[in-house]
């Protein structure tokens, strides 16, 4: 059996060769860079997200759907929203939700008498937010939980998990069967659904 | 790429682009004729005033008919103190000079005469004439006389003899300082920014930009520029160290004698044509210029006149390359003693390179004097249209001999030890600081050499202002229209640099009003002879800015070479290019000069360099 060599011409010219042509392309493709940074508003095609400037606000660059730390929403009468039913702390895969249920007094649904989180465990995946019946938990405060001196500051517990709260704009008992058609904009408290 | 550069600058002007409008306005009204230049007599009697030291050879003093008609030159004399000790050589009889010719004749200075006492007029009495040192020379004056048309004109004769102190000391240090300290020191320093910021512009990053200093409330950043004295007191303070088995006094001289050899060939490098002591305020001519530039009555704006100024330039270059070997093998490192071998071998190959496409523009020029090569360039033609091949294979050779990428494997930086992994603190610095010195210099040099050294193009602006007075116009407008619309985009670019925007705004109106008053007086044809030299030295220092923007930009671009593509490159590319060019070259100027379209070179006597060229100029 005879081995066929095949030769397959390099295909360079004489101006490849020479590699003038070339690099001076890449010369104006840099220098178009350069002048369109230089003197365009906004620094072009930069796109550095200048962290720790005075007037840089990281939280316009996060995105919508944004997990930060947790929050505890209000009702109309300032009262947590959560009904203690356990859905967050059973989804939780870190485990990191602990509940103590009480009598919410007047009314049939229950309260959390302790609401505590460990933000040292939570892995910040957002299956709380979505087992939530009552919209009481929310991760879009567009913060990260900060560095803290000691382990028990990072425990966090109902009322400090409130002083982010405001009152949701979820109707208390369920809109009913036609939710859709209830237009969720024409709320203006309404602030997280980007829809 | 020049439509893509004016769509961005047009988006970036936004309203303001109908700016770009205002130069034709201008020279629209510069196109009116003069009426009555036909009827003037317009003579220049070039130069305006002749000075003679002991060893000066007859100078060439020339009429020039501007005007349109022909006129009668006559009635020369030599009159005033020292009448008798100036000469004129050839003897003349009364003649026309017809319109657009010239008409010349030398002038002596006899120096004995001016030696001791033997001239009576200076001596007031016999106790002066004792003090007299019989061998010194004193100063003697004297006036041309001639009748051009029916007018008298007067050209002043003076005979010194200063001090070498008074003639190259003294102004050879004010030119060091101002040349060192005045624009290669900032240059480098800025460079040391501007290769981080320029490539992160080039990048599309935002560079350094955190240095700050808070006076107060305020707190000042300027884009970064701090960061190069922060860099630079950031050497300073860090350790101090020299390894334990290093060669100590080989170790500390290295950096030192990389450093060196980059400041000291500044020496050669002109930065304007020459400066006149006497005559800051007056309109002079190219020939006063030149009789500055001969040292007398003025300085060439030019450290050292070095006849074999390039000669100079390839003796102290290679002096580098001991800077680099050295620093490598004294840091008894076996990784550094490596890369100082690659660095000297990649220097010596490059040196060789550099030589032969230099031997290309002496064929053209016929100088190796850098200053004459400048003004050899101004008569016949810019070098990088003359020697395009030359150019291209210098500037490329010259950025392999200073280690700038894509040749800076010796160094390495990323990938491999470099020859100075054993330095630290200020010790590396200078090695830095010598690396961007010789940017600088590469940049001056190729401007010297290819791209007509301090003069603007097209023969626009000669020794006393714009060739003519749309030339003046036409420039101003475009300049201050340029200027103008980039002073627009910088301000609309950023809240911080609304202050530089606005300046140069202002200068770009500046420029325009300049422009609309040249377009209703003229002027601009006869400036004072301290802002042409100024203008002079902007132009080169805009040219060696330029160059180094270019040599960053280069450095930002191209893939670093591999070792081995680099040497074959130098030995197996640029060499065999440079030797055709010399050969091309060569046939090329012989052809054309038994021709005759070419004069021959000027013999190395002759005073000034304008001479060879003028229609009519005695043999």
Redesign the interface.
Known sequence: MTITVKKVSLQRTAADQIF?PA?LR???????????????????????I?YGEPDVHVEDYYPERFRGVHRLMHRDDGSVRCVACMCCSTVCPARCIYIHAEDRGGDEEKAPKSFVIDELKCVVCGFCVEACPCDAIRMDTKRHMHPTETRADAVLGKLDLMKRGTASVAKQGGVGADYRSTDPKADPRFDHDPR | MILTLLANLRRALGPWALLLLLPSLLTLSACAPDPDAAAQVRVQVEPGELVFHPDTPPIRVTILNEGQRPVPVQGFRISGNDWASFSIVEPLNPRMVMPGRTMSFTIAADAPTFQGTAVSSVVQSEADAAELDPEAYRDGQAVLELNVAGQSRTVPLRFEDPSWIVTTLLPGVLKVLLLVMGFIMPLASLLLWQERKQSAMMQDRVGPNMARITLGGITIRLWGLLHIATDGLKMFFKEDFIPRRAHRALYTLAPVMALMPALVVFAIVPFGDALCYEHLLDVVRQADVDQCAAGRGGTPLQVAHIDIGLLFYFAIASLATWGATLAGWASYNKWAILGALRASAQMVSYEVAIGLTIVGALLVYGTLEPHALVHAQLNTSWGILLQPVAFILFFTAAIAETKRAPFDLPEGESEILGYFVEYSGMRFGLFFLAEFIEVVFVSALVTTLFLGGWALPLDMFGASGFAAPWVAQLFFALAGVAIAATGIAVWRASKHAQFVGATMLGLGVLHICLAIYSAFTGWGTELPHLIVVLVGMLTWGIKVFALCWLQLLIRWTLPRFRYDQLMSLGWKGLLPLSLANIAITAVVVYALSAAGSIPPAPAPGEETASTANQPGAAP
């Open positions: 003038l690099i890449g010369l104006v493709t840099t220098a178009r860079h350069f002048f369109k940074n230089t003197l365009t508003q906004g620094m072009g095609d930069v796109d550095t200048r």
